[in-house]
């Protein structure tokens, strides 16, 4: 019964690339979370998705960042054209439904060169 | 939106000393409150949680109390240990999207 799993762990990326950040929720769970997580803080919410829908991006800046949940397959964030200021713990969370616990994944710790 | 305060944001007790940790929300809406210890590089782990209809739950050395009225809920860990110390997020379910205290970070002395 595999958890949450992102992948890949690690990304470091060049200003200006793109990086793509995956999440494979618990087997049957629809809800998908993202959180940015800045070294010493607090995880901030970034977009909430079920499958094939955007249920809220209020957390997302509008430029350079997309999100995805499509019927087959992980989630992925999308981060165009990095700044040094996207470096963070990228978390991805899962759970089964309205009202349901949340379980999150080991990260994508991006950084940006 | 739903905001979530977190006290205090580092704490360092002696080892089988208590730990408590309080958070406050403002969205009287917010419905479930879950507990999460994050230990350092690792994934944020659920540790306790409580819904809105209940005052206390208790899990071992561990329990969570809530005060609706008040709007805020706190962590109680009894006994500490040296790996109890981590950082702790509490965090308040709103209409499905969950916020999250700034996290406190707990490190017990042995």
């Known amino acids: 019964n595999a958890g949450v799993m992102q992948n890949p762990r690690h990304l470091v990326r060049r200003r200006g690339q793109e990086a793509r950040l995956r999440c494979s929720p618990v087997k049957g769970h629809s809800h998908v979370y993202w959180y940015r997580q800045l070294p010493e803080e607090g995880l901030k919410f970034m977009v909430y998705l079920q499958k094939e829908n955007i249920i809220d991006e209020s957390g997302m800046p509008k430029e350079r960042f997309s999100a995805e949940f499509p019927k087959e397959g992980p989630s992925i964030l999308r981060i165009q054209q990095v700044v040094r200021g996207d470096s963070a713990a990228y978390f991805c969370?899962?759970?089964?439904?309205?009202?349901?616990?949340?379980?999150f994944g080991s990260g994508t710790q991006l950084s940006v060169l | 939106g739903e905001n979530v305060e977190q006290h205090p944001s580092t704490l360092s007790v002696q080892e089988g000393d208590s730990a408590v940790i309080k958070c406050t929300y403002s969205?009287?809406?917010?419905?479930?409150f879950p507990w999460y210890k994050q230990e350092l590089g690792k994934r944020p782990q659920l540790i306790i949680d409580?819904?809105?209809?209940?005052g206390e739950k208790k899990d071992q050395r561990i329990a969570v109390t809530l005060n609706k009225t008040a709007k805020h809920f706190s962590l109680h860990i009894t006994e500490t240990q040296p790996e109890d110390s981590a950082v702790y997020f509490c965090?308040?379910?709103?209409?499905?999207?969950?916020?999250f205290g700034s996290g406190t970070k707990l490190n017990v002395k042995p």
């Open positions: 409580i819904r809105s209809n209940v």
């Open positions: 969370a899962s759970s089964p439904g309205r009202n349901e616990k949340l379980f």
């Open positions: 969205d009287s809406a917010s419905n479930y």
């Open positions: 965090a308040a379910r709103n209409f499905n999207k969950f916020y």
